[in-house]
């Protein structure tokens, strides 16, 4: 159970700087090998391992903001409109637009990015994150938590893991698509 954790600790930290899908998937998986209960205490690890990342990026935007955004724009599905997007989000919008991207597809990233270049503080940017990821990774943990279990016993242990990944494929073809990557 340890290197799940690990594992979602990792990922959440990693999406929030340049790794590109979205942690749901480890805390979907803590969810439906393990319940609600721990697919909760993913979502709260993940929430504070993002905020991580998202500090880590706000420096490397402070410091490099060029060279920060070359790679962010580099990565599937994102794009100087987006990026652009995200960032008149956060002017106009603060943590209820980051709270708005985490439940529309736009990455975390972007905001973290705009946040450190439009010079808003680094300790509202961290209390901000917490506040924007929560409320998306609780909302997949319960889900996964309730359904998860469920679905394993109805349909078996490789059946379920086998549409689980088909799923997760299915959707970031379409996404990647949708977003013109």
Same mark, same amino acid.
């Given at each position: 159970?340890?290197? %799940?954790?690990?594992? @979602? &600790? ?6 929030? !700087? =340049?790794?590109? !899908? ?7 998986? +803590? *969810? ?7 697919? +909760? ?5 993940? $929430? @504070? ?7 880590? $990026? ?7 903001p060029q060279g920060s955004l070359a790679a962010m724009l580099a990565l599937p599905g994102i794009d100087r409109e987006l990026y652009e997007a995200a ?7 603060? !943590?209820? *637009?980051?709270?708005?991207? #985490?439940? #529309?597809?736009?990455?975390?990233? =972007? /905001? ?25 990774? =609780? &909302? ?5 938590? &309730? ?7 109805? %349909? ?9 990944? +088909?799923?997760? $494929? !299915?959707?970031?073809?379409? /996404?990647?698509?949708?977003?013109? &990557?």
């Amino acid at each position: 159970m340890g290197a %799940l954790f690990a594992l @979602v &600790a990792i990922w959440a930290l990693a999406e929030a !700087v =340049l790794f590109f !899908v979205v942690a749901d998937v480890p805390i979907m998986i +803590l *969810g439906a090998r393990f319940g609600r209960y721990r697919a +909760l205490q993913a979502a709260a690890l993940a $929430t @504070v391992f993002a905020g991580i990342g998202g500090v880590v $990026t706000y420096l490397w935007a402070e410091s490099d903001p060029q060279g920060s955004l070359a790679a962010m724009l580099a990565l599937p599905g994102i794009d100087r409109e987006l990026y652009e997007a995200a960032a008149e989000q956060w002017r106009s919008e603060g !943590v209820m *637009g980051m709270t708005k991207g #985490s439940f #529309s597809g736009v990455p975390y990233k =972007l /905001y973290a990015h705009a946040a450190a270049v439009k010079g808003s503080s680094l300790a509202f940017f961290a209390a901000a994150s917490i506040s924007a990821r929560l409320p998306r990774f =609780l &909302a997949v943990a319960m889900v996964a938590g &309730a359904a998860g279990p469920l679905l394993r016993a109805k %349909l078996g242990e490789r059946i379920f893991w086998a549409v689980f990944a +088909l799923c997760w $494929t !299915v959707f970031y073809v379409w /996404y990647w698509n949708a977003m013109g &990557a």
